[in-house]
């Protein structure tokens, strides 16, 4: 068995053909995460025992005939965010020192019945409120960073210790990571996925969802973990992503490309690799159009309008009690996040009316089934910079990461990243498929396409 | 871009009872500052006309 080479979907054929057992598989992640682990940390707690536990009872489960589906006897990570009971779960935070949740968030709960085994929690910036996770390193270069704030999440799947991960994404925290690790990560449409028993970070913004080796992982473990939770108002009941055409080919499909505001000054070789990635998907057919959406120019007032105040509300009482005990980064955010006025945060609000109708627009106007663009403006960058540069260009980290990816949590919409190639230096990069609202098949099915023709996402780090 | 004055620093603390220790005022006046252009975005844009989102998880109409 070679771990580096196995995906969900090849360790699930292996698993239900009894041809590689669940407690195999799993000591085979865990004896890696031992191994690697060290050098990367993305993992805070390693669930070794609970998780050989799991291992056996799946294997005897499934040599009884009970089966679950693609879940089964597959280890996972899931992001320190989320409650996993009678385990150790702190949202990154010494604030949360300790904390054991007597219950599961319901997608934990979700990936449980499917019979996953839970490796253990993944490193995650404290509170989900910042983009490099500190003290998780880049599995391709161990001198920068994994993106954040699911920067565990990224850096185990791309380290291969584990075949998923769960991230949170509220300006970019699935795609982000998945970008600068080069593996795949998924935001669903906002109400897709339940929140339920994942600390917040902003309530109006936060999305879970599956980070993973491939597009067809992902599918798969999104739609273990979807659907409506009667613990989050914000779940609707509409009917499960449906997967199955995803390997259908992209032919005639319409993809939008924007270029204004995606494209302006970000790093050449992220333009010139997601450049040719849309030339791969004009060649399998799609049709490419270019776009225009006037007000993304305000997407960045819209969204730190909305998360500096909900986070601030979130923690007004930890900032009064324990602001001694955040870190500086997300101390200082929160901070700042109490003067907001409520006039900020509503028209904040109303802003982020004005760019989902535009971007609705857009996709009406052009019939677009899904738009391609950048996941980030630049790299990974050093570790302890808060500045990446390029061409003699300066650009804050923040602005990099959260830029071109804010505008789908704005809007809500289902956004795949996939590995499209490497800068110069070495370094990963992601394109963004994004769909419509409840659309995760079109992403997924423009993802599958391109893996198909390109190799990036089996490419692994040197490690 | 608004400038964030030791003056109103101190209102705002005054405000949100707040608990910043003074070695800390400066860097969260910077931050603050730095903040100020998206605040003054937000005050400057016509919205009266605008909804604002409400109903996060809204498919769209044709979707």
Redo the contacts between chains.
């Keep these: 068995m070679n771990i580096t080479e196995l995906t969900i979907q090849t360790a699930a054929e292996a698993i239900v053909s009894q041809q590689l057992s669940p407690v195999e598989l799993t000591q085979a992640y865990l004896e890696r995460i031992e191994a690697i682990d060290p050098k990367i940390t993305s993992f805070v707690y390693v669930m070794y025992d609970e998780a050989m536990a799991a291992a056996k009872e799946a294997e005897a489960e499934i040599a009884a005939g009970h089966y679950r589906g693609p879940l089964h006897g597959i280890p996972i990570g899931v992001k320190d965010l989320c409650d996993t009971a009678g385990v150790l779960t702190e949202a990154g935070s010494a604030i949360l020192k300790g904390r054991i949740p007597t219950t599961d968030a319901t997608l934990v709960k979700k990936l449980k019945e499917a019979g996953a085994i839970l490796v253990g929690k993944t490193r995650t910036h404290e509170f989900a409120f910042g983009g490099f996770t500190p003290g998780t390193s880049n599995p391709w270069k161990l001198t920068h960073v994994p993106g954040g704030s699911s920067g565990g999440s990224g850096a185990a799947i791309a380290a291969d210790l584990c075949l998923a991960a769960i991230g949170t994404d509220t300006g970019g925290s699935i795609r982000i990571p998945a970008a600068v690790n080069g593996t795949v990560g998924f935001k669903p449409t906002f109400g897709r996925v339940s929140k339920a028993g994942v600390y917040p970070l902003s309530w109006s913004l936060d999305h879970p969802g599956p980070m993973t080796k491939t597009v067809e992982d992902a599918a798969l473990v999104l739609a273990a973990i979807a659907g409506w939770d009667s613990r989050d108002p914000n779940t609707v009941k509409q009917p499960l992503p449906d997967f199955s055409g995803m390997a259908d080919g992209i032919k005639g499909m319409t993809i939008g490309v924007e270029r204004r505001f995606f494209f302006d000054q970000i790093h050449p070789d992220i333009a010139q690799a997601v450049n040719q990635a849309i030339a791969v998907l004009a060649d399998l057919g799609a049709v490419i159009k270019e776009v225009e959406i006037p007000s993304l120019d305000f997407v960045m007032a819209a969204e730190f309008g909305i998360v500096m105040p909900e986070a601030s509300t979130i923690h007004q009482k930890n900032l009064r009690q324990h602001a001694d005990l955040l870190t500086e980064d997300v101390r200082l955010w929160l901070e700042v996040g109490e003067f907001f006025l409520s006039t900020h945060y509503l028209k904040a609000q109303k802003l982020r009316s004005v760019i989902r109708a535009d971007i609705q627009r857009a996709y009406q106007e052009h019939q677009l089934d899904v738009m391609a663009l950048p996941t980030t403006r630049g790299p990974a960058s050093v570790q302890g910079s808060m500045m990446l540069e390029w061409e003699g260009y300066q650009e804050s980290i923040v602005d990099a990461y959260v830029k071109p990816s804010a505008p789908f949590n704005l809007s809500g919409q289902p956004s795949l990243s996939v590995p499209c190639g490497f800068t110069s230096d070495g370094l990963p990069i992601g394109m963004q498929i994004v769909g419509r609202p409840f659309d995760e098949p079109s992403c997924a099915k423009v993802g599958v396409a391109y893996q198909s023709a390109t190799d990036w996402h089996k490419q692994r780090p040197p490690l | 871009m608004k400038e964030i004055t030791d003056d109103l620093m101190q209102q705002?603390l005054q405000f949100?009872e707040?608990?910043?220790p003074d070695d800390?005022l400066p860097?969260?006046q910077a931050?603050?500052t730095a903040?100020a252009g998206?605040?003054a975005?937000?005050?400057h844009?016509d919205?009266s006309e605008?909804?604002?989102?409400?109903h996060?998880?809204?498919?769209?109409e044709?979707?």
């Design positions: 705002l949100t707040l608990p910043i800390r860097k969260v931050e603050l903040a998206w605040l975005l937000l005050d844009l919205l605008v909804e604002p989102v409400t996060f998880s809204a498919a769209w044709d979707a």
